[in-house]
């Protein structure tokens, strides 16, 4: 049994490269092919982690893979050139091979497991899952005129749930409560903001990732120990050069 476990992280990237890959040749067959790659990923977390890890553990760490690769599984609907295709597959092959791995060694090995791994890959995930989500939301307004509503309601709830499972180590339950009311309330301005703001699929993915990554970040500073004053000024500058860079060379509708 423990050799098939050891196999499961290999197993199911190498099922989302095929199903994801199935998916783009077969369009007309959208969502079916890919929901096997989504619903795959949480089926192995949970059967990695039974009696091994405490499932409400499992389900906190391993929760923004499961959104990641949804959001990608949801940004198939507009891509369109062998590139974008490309970095869709190879982000699901790897974040699933990745989380796996680490929840795998967490299981297993405990002693190997490095500090905080889960926690600080769900990070990198953040950014991405969210500028798929709004990137691929937006897209939908624009060219199928889905309902607002709808756009609003996925912001929102990937705000909050990214929120409530990256936060500190050291926050109490109230704590993580508030996060994550904070978290879809932030979702909420976000999400009226993109049905307004007149800027193209990858501006609008930008301007959601900024907004709620930079919320993200701050709360960081709340905890200890906390980054430095010079770190804090040189990530705000940072972003807001970065913003300044995108709205004054985007395209505006």
């Known amino acids: 049994m423990i050799i098939v476990l050891r196999l499961l992280p ?7 490269g095929a199903v994801f890959v199935q ?31 405490p499932f409400r553990d499992m389900l ?16 198939l609907l507009l891509a369109e050139t062998a590139v974008a295709y490309a970095v869709i597959v190879a982000l ?17 090995d405990p002693s190997r497991y490095p500090v905080s791994a889960l926690s600080r890959v769900n990070i990198a995930y953040v950014p991405i899952a969210i500028w798929y989500t709004a ?3 937006s897209g939908l307004l624009t060219f199928l005129h889905i309902p607002k509503l709808w756009h609003v309601v996925m ?11 990256t936060g500190h180590p050291g926050a109490t339950w109230q704590q993580n409560a508030v ?53 804090a000024w040189g990530e705000g500058v940072a972003v807001l050069v970065a913003a300044v860079a995108v709205l004054t060379t985007a395209k505006w509708l």
């Open 92 to 108: 699901a092959v790897l974040s699933s091979f990745l989380s796996l791995e680490l929840l795998f060694i967490l299981a297993f």
């Open 179 to 231: 996060w994550t009311a904070l978290g879809a309330l932030i979702g909420l301005h976000v999400g009226l903001l993109g049905l307004f703001l007149p800027l193209g699929m990858p501006v609008q993915g930008f301007i959601a990732a900024a907004i709620l990554c930079s919320a993200l970040r701050v709360r960081r500073y709340m905890y200890d120990p906390k980054p430095t004053v010079r770190l």
């Open 10 to 16: 290999f197993a199911v990237a190498l099922l989302q």
């Open 60 to 75: 906190e760490k391993m929760t923004p893979s499961f959104a990641l690769l949804a959001a990608l599984a949801f940004g």
């Open 23 to 53: 998916q783009i040749r077969y369009p007309l067959q959208y969502p079916w092919i890919v929901a096997l790659g989504v619903v795959a990923l949480p089926l192995a977390s949970a059967t990695m982690g039974f009696r091994r890890v």
């Open 155 to 165: 912001i929102v709830a990937l705000s909050a749930v990214m929120f409530r499972t």
């Open 135 to 137: 990137a691929t939301s």
